[in-house]
Each structure stands twice: as C-alpha cells, then as structure tokens.
C-alpha cells in the first residue's frame, strides 16, 4: 500500500535543461503506479493559487528533448510568509494531494521543510539547477547542458580570438560557484580562470597571460564566474588591461544562453532516474530528502544537508587549469 495516492509535481527557482525530462519521468513513473498525478504550475505561487490540472500520460508527450520547464517556474514571495504556505495547504487539502515533487534548489528546498513541519505535506526533492553547487549529488540537473552550450560558444569565441591576436574575458554564469566556470576553462582549453571560491590576484592572472605572450600564443582565453569577487568580466578584463595591454582586449558575457536549450542525453537521462526515484520514495513514505546520484546509484539526501556549496572546488581541477595553458 502507498503512502501517497495523489501527487503533485513541480518546479521552482531557477530553470535549467533537463526539467521536462525529470517532469515526464514523474509524471509516467506514478501513472505506473496507479497514483494521480496533478502538475503545479509556476511553483509555490501556483501552489497558492490553486493552478493544478490533472496530468494524464498524453501530457509529457514530446517534452523529453526540450529545455525550459512546461510547468513553469517561479519565486513565491508569498511561500516565505506562514499565511501563504496556509494558502497552499488548503488548495492541496482541497485537491486531496498529499505529497509532490518539487524540481529547484535548496531554496525551494527550505520552504517545502517549512511547510511539511507546519502541514505534514510531505515532499521529495530533485536538484534542478545549473550551478551544480548542491550537496547530496554529483551532478545537479542542467549543469551538463549549461556547460555544454557555454564550451560551443567558447570554441567558436576562440575562432576568431585567434584569427584577431585577441584576450577575451568570456563570463560564464556561476553567483556563488565556480563549477561551470572551471569544467569550461579545461574543456575550452582557456588560459586562465577567475573563480569565486578563491581569491583573485590580477598580477598571476596577468603573469600567466605574459607567459602566453612569450609563448607566442596568438590569442587567450580567461573565463570569468559571474560570481567572483573582484567583479565580473567587464570589471577584471579593465584591470589587466591597465598593466598588460600586448593582446587587443574583448568581452563576452554568455548570460542565459546557459540555460536555455536542448537538454544532453546526461541531463535527461538524469532528470529521467531521479523523477522516478522521487516517486517511489514517495510511495514509501520518505519525505523531507533529495533524490540525487552518487557514484551512480541514487542516494536521498535530507533536504537539511542538501545545501549549497562553494568551498569543495576540485583543487586538482584548478592545478589542470594551470599545467594545461603553458
Ligand atoms: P535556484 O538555485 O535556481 O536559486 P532555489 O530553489 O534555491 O533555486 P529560491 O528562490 O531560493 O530558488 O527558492 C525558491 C522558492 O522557495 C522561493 O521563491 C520561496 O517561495 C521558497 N522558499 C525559499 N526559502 C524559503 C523559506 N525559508 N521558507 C519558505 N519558503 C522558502
């Protein structure tokens, strides 16, 4: 007997690729199942607004290869105070939905721990962000398209750095986490790469473009994390241009172009496994975890543990990084 007859399924915060993949997996896994299956639009707020619609297998047809989310997404101010999680509980109570699948980060995480301590709506995590900065699993959904569609975008920026003798300061998204930044910086074979975990020294960084210099390199790289302390691309390319200024300087920022489009067969494939894991957890009764991957296998991890994190950047990631641009 399950725990749960009828589910909800959602996403919230930030989208990345990979959502619909997870969507339809949730959606097909409890049809499976015999459960009902209602689709949250946009979030918590559509949670407070009652904006759920039966989902029957049809639904997901066709939404596998798609980026984006075709059930919205959204920041719910309202979600954050105890009269609009009161709001949602009805409007669930009322639809007789008793657990859902909530696709975001440790915000939306938060809030639906919040909510199951005030409520008792129980709740299965899946970790859909781009920044892979989550706790709990090796790869975060989205995270293997955004740095895919960023390295296309870097090649075809070293094309014409190259045929230019060109410095580019390339901004790849990253508030808190240099993750993206760093898999690009080794992929796209980049000089040199600012990260927010580690404190920027503009001397090295202009000390290893010199090294390039030498080196007769015709063009240079640096990938900047949007995040990093000394400011972003824009910011740190004016810096280095005032003491080393051998290369003609230009800045690309990739902005959401990282977020947008078609997932990876790494991305569906795992949206695909951790939607079905979060609604046969939910059929067993957990609650209050994340459904991730580790080492391959799923692991549920509680939500309270499934935090951000900056500080594990892979050091021998960065020392690659530095070995690779002589
Ligand atoms: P991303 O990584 O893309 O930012 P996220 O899930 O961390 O995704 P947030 O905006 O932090 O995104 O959180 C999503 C939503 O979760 C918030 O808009 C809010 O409605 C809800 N939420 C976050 N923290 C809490 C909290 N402490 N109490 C209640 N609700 C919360």
Known sequence: MAAVKKI????????????????????????????????INRGYE?????????????????????GGTMLKTARSKRFMEKEGRQKAFERLKVAGIDGFVAIGGDGTFRGA???EEEFGVTCIGVPGTIDND????????????????????????????DAH???????????????????????????AVIIPETKTDIDNLIGILERGWYHKKSSAIVIVAEGDEAGGAYEIAKKVKEKFNEYDTRVTVLGHIQRGGNPTVRDRILGSRLGIAAVEALMEGKKNVMAGL??????????ANATKHNLDINQDMLRLVDILSM
């Not at 559509?46 to 798609?66: C, E, L, T, W, Y």
């Open 46 to 66: 559509g949670m407070i607004d009652g904006d759920f619609f039966k989902m029957q297998s049809h639904a997901v047809s066709n939404i596998v290869q798609r």
């Open 294 to 303: 580790i080492n391959d296998e799923v692991v549920f991890t509680p939500f």
């Open 165 to 191: 003798n060109r410095l580019f300061f390339v901004e790849v998204m990253g508030r808190d986490a240099g993750f993206i930044a760093l898999s690009c910086a080794i992929a796209g074979g980049a000089e």
């Open 113 to 115: 721990t919040v909510f």
């Open 134 to 161: 989550l706790y709990g699993t090796d790869y975060t959904l989205g995270f293997d398209t955004a740095i895919n569609t960023a390295i296309e975008a870097i090649d075809k920026i070293r094309d014409t750095a």
């Open 8 to 39: 909800g399924v959602m996403t919230s915060g930030g989208d990345s690729p990979g959502m619909n993949a997870c969507i339809r997996a949730v959606v097909r896994s409890a049809i499976y199942n015999n459960l009902e299956v209602y689709g």
